[in-house]
């Protein structure tokens, strides 16, 4: 029982430290629009839709919306 609350407790630590570390390093994400690959952290993040999207610039992202408005 002791050693079930230990591994509790690194887990919960193991936790932590990953959501202080933040997104992982070189996380890539295809910019839809350009079709550029951008690491995570560095991209204009938008939903649309309720899908999350990822662009490389602002005006990547304006492009994609002029294309994608619907008629
Ligand atoms: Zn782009």
């Known amino acids: 029982?002791?050693?079930l609350?230990?591994?509790a407790l690194l887990y919960f630590l193991y936790?932590?430290?990953r959501w202080f570390k933040g997104p992982e390093e070189g996380e890539l994400v295809k910019d839809?629009?350009?079709g550029?690959?951008?690491?995570?952290?560095k991209a204009l993040r938008v939903d649309v839709?309720?899908?999350t999207l990822y662009f490389c610039s602002r005006?990547?992202?304006e492009a994609y919306r002029r294309r994608e408005r619907p008629p």
């Open 1 to 3: 029982m002791k050693y």
């Open 5 to 7: 609350l230990l591994l």
């Open 15 to 17: 936790r932590l430290w």
């Open 32 to 34: 839809p629009n350009c």
């Open 36 to 41: 550029v690959y951008v690491p995570k952290d």
């Open 49 to 51: 839709g309720g899908r």
């Open 59 to 61: 005006r990547c992202l």
